[in-house]
């Protein structure tokens, strides 16, 4: 476990795998991904047909690769690069770029429950390794450091008592509230009807509930003491106080599916896992030459720039104008930006979506997300410190301005970075005015507090790179968070896919991406949407899946997420 709280159900090798298979569309992407029959075929009549796709980001282009080996044209457009928020970014003119460091300002860990994500990453020929989390096997050591008090551990077991109690108290209220272990087990063993039973009575009992509402409501956290505690060291990855006011019910999918467990990172960065997808020659393609590529598809190997108007035109047709002042019109077209750009920097006809669809995108809530990284001359953190013996800084999480640390070793003596600081909500806006020195100088003064004898500075080779997404232009905040009441919104844009149940001038235009996930924050629930919409758009053009691999639409029926009461 990674967790410095962590979950009831522990491993053991007996047990199938956890994966993010529902709970709220219990659909096995991976193994349609792994089916060598494929997602489905398009009728010959509309091969070269081109599609839309609106958004070079993970879930853009595997929608785009995806639709171009079904014999289709896709049109990429992209208003910043390729790979959206997996941003991997270098050091420019220090030793630490020289020797191929980069730092991930967006996705930067991921857990091995991201089975249809890791099917890419696969695909691609993509390492990955332990994320150094807190508390994780492969951590070195971590100091948890609230109130002024540091503790250094190893394990949970080097933290004082209390740290012990609120672990309980977490797993505790998880059972007593969410049938956790019954959950677990469900979704280990594909129990469809099982998860299903579960969830449906969870969804209509906590969809009006917070976090922290659920929280207050377990006998186990009666203590505010730790209720606090748990939101500054939280579980997984670290705090999660700055999710305390967001839905119980993103809380609950994070921690069934395990999506803040395991993590690992891919080695040279996680945005080489679309730029390798734009530029690979798929195996196996339909209507296009041998050694098509995305980019070859393309003027200049480049995707089209921003769109700036979407609007309807006569047949149903979705017609896109960009940056460029070019006007083309699609039969069908995928969305997989944020939500918000629908409502500013995207001109929109109204009749794009159905009214209630409006809605949802316009209750669209995001958490705010900084970070900031450093190079380094080498993983200092390792030297012992002569006192104590122990290494003289570790992965850090703490209640001060920077909140998380993390120490990104290389390899011994070699160039290494330190996120010095990741933060969401309203730790991000406290970053917000700032330029990045000034962050880095509020950053180094609070780590100095909590390692007085450590000279952060002097190992410093280059300046900080950072990023807040909420001031990103085409971005508006890192990822989606559901607020209490927005299961009926998430419905929506998620079910959005299955257009035979839209009014027939409201179909052609898909949602893809994180926004429609029911996991968002994870870049697993970009690949699961990617792929409704390319079971979307195939199903529109006349195609069909293989009978022997069912697609999420065809078996929609069946494992449709609960729907709740609008009156
Ligand atoms: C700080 C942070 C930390 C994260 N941590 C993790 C993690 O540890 N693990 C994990 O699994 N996931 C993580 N995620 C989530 C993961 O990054 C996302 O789920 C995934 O990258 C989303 O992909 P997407 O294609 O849906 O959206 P995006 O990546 O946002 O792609 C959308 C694209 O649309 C483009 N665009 C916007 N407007 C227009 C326009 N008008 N015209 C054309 N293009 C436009 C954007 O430039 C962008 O490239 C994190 C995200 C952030 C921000």
Not at 321 to 338: H, K, L, M, P
Not at 522 to 547: K, P, R, S
């Amino acid at each position: 476990m990674t967790s410095t709280v962590p979950n009831a159900v522990q491993h053991t090798d007996a047990q199938p795998p956890i994966t993010m298979f529902g709970p709220d569309f219990p659909y096995a992407y991976d193994d349609f991904l792994a089916h060598p029959a494929g997602l489905g075929q398009i009728p010959a009549t509309e091969h070269g047909t081109e599609v839309a796709v609106i958004g070079g980001g993970l879930s853009g282009i595997v929608a785009a690769y995806e639709l171009m080996k079904m014999g289709l044209k896709p049109v990429v457009y992209e208003a910043d690069e390729i790979g959206g928020r997996l941003r991997t970014v270098g050091f420019e003119g220090t030793p630490a770029e020289a020797a191929g460091l980069t730092a991930e300002m967006g996705a930067m860990r991921f857990p091995p429950s991201s089975t249809a994500l890791q099917h890419y990453i696969d695909l691609v020929g993509l390492e990955t390794r332990p994320f150094p989390n807190p508390l994780a096997p492969e951590t070195p050591s971590t100091v948890v450091d609230l109130k002024g008090e540091s503790h250094y551990a190893n394990t949970v077991d080097d933290l004082p008592q209390v740290y012990r109690d609120v672990m309980n108290a977490w797993n505790a209220c998880l059972e007593e509230g969410a049938d956790f272990s019954d959950m677990n087990r469900a979704m280990r063993e594909r129990d469809v009807p099982r998860i299903r039973e579960i969830w449906s009575k969870l969804v209509d009992k906590l969809d009006n509930q917070t976090f922290y509402g659920f929280l207050c409501d377990s006998e186990s956290f009666k203590s505010f003491r730790h209720r606090e505690i748990f939101g500054q060291v939280g579980f997984g990855t670290g705090g999660w106080d700055t999710d305390f006011p967001n839905s119980i019910l993103e809380i609950l999918r994070v921690v069934y599916t395990e999506a803040d467990d395991h993590h690992r990172g891919i080695v040279g960065g996680s945005q080489q896992l679309p730029v390798r997808l734009w530029e690979r020659e798929p195996e196996k393609i339909v209507h296009w030459a041998y050694g098509t590529s995305l980019a070859e598809l393309h003027d200049s190997r480049k995707p089209r720039p921003a769109v700036t108007r979407l609007h309807r035109t006569a047949g149903n047709h979705i017609t896109v104008t960009d940056a460029s002042g070019d006007i083309r019109t699609y039969q069908a077209a995928i969305f997989t930006a944020q939500s918000w750009m629908l409502l500013s920097k995207v001109a929109c006809d109204d009749s794009l979506f159905p009214i209630d669809h409006w809605t949802a995108i316009e209750r669209t809530h995001y958490m705010e997300s900084s970070k900031l990284f450093v190079p380094v001359d080498r993983p200092f953190w390792l030297d012992k410190d002569e006192e104590t013996g122990r290494d003289t800084m570790s992965m850090t999480l703490t209640d001060r301005m920077t909140r998380g640390t993390y120490l990104l070793d290389d390899g011994p003596d070699k160039p290494a970075t330190i996120c010095l600081s990741y933060t969401w909500c309203d730790d991000s806006l406290k970053w917000l005015p700032l330029s990045a020195n000034e962050r880095m100088e509020v950053m180094l003064k609070s780590l100095g507090e909590i390692y007085p004898k450590v000279d952060i500075r002097k190992h410093i080779i280059g300046n900080p790179v950072t990023v807040s997404w909420e001031n990103e232009p085409y971005f508006m905040g890192a990822f989606k968070a559901n607020l209490p009441g927005h299961y009926r919104y998430q419905r929506r844009l998620f079910t959005h896919f299955m257009q035979d149940r839209l009014p027939e001038d409201k179909r052609g235009i898909f949602l893809a991406g994180d926004d429609i996930s029911w996991t968002a924050g994870w870049a697993e629930g970009a690949v699961q949407t990617a792929l409704n919409a390319v079971w979307g758009v195939m199903h529109q053009l006349g195609g069909a899946t293989d009978g022997t691999n069912p697609g999420p639409g065809d078996v929609y029926d069946e494992i449709a997420p609960v729907e709740l009461p609008e009156d």
